[in-house]
């Protein structure tokens, strides 16, 4: 069984940055989709960024686009969410979530479609 332990929050300045890192432990990440979402409280959990088996990218929102790099390193069992130009909006929840890749496939865009997630790791933005 996978399991996804994420590591990397905090409390952040707006404008700063931050590096998610999302771990799996049990079996080998290579053969895994993986993403990340994020939740605000009382807010529907929304997806931000995947990482394809393949090394193809879907960014899901445009509120992250040019700001938020995904990325993953197998070797290490990990996939990472490089986040910049930090802004309060961004505070949230994060959460790293993984599928079983299929071959010729991209990412899927729903929560429905990862079987294994994370416990979540806050970000904060303040001033």
């Known amino acids: 069984q996978l399991r996804l332990v994420e590591s990397g929050g905090g409390l952040v300045q707006p404008g700063g940055s931050a590096r998610l890192s999302c771990v799996s432990f049990g079996l080998v990440l290579d053969y895994y989709d993986v993403a990340w979402f994020r939740q605000v409280a009382g807010k529907e959990r929304e997806g931000v960024s995947c990482?394809?088996?393949?090394?193809?990218?879907?960014t899901f929102g445009d509120s992250v686009k040019g700001r938020f790099t995904i990325s993953r390193d197998d070797r290490k069992n990990t996939v990472y969410l490089q986040m910049n130009s930090l802004k309060p909006e961004d505070a949230a929840v994060y959460y790293c979530?993984?599928?079983?890749?299929?071959?010729?496939?991209?990412?899927?865009?729903?929560?429905?479609?990862?079987?294994?997630w994370g416990q979540g790791t806050q970000v904060t933005v303040f001033s």
């Open positions: 990482i394809a088996r393949s090394g193809h990218i879907t």
């Open positions: 979530a993984a599928r079983r890749a299929r071959p010729s496939e991209t990412c899927p865009r729903g929560e429905g479609d990862f079987a294994s």
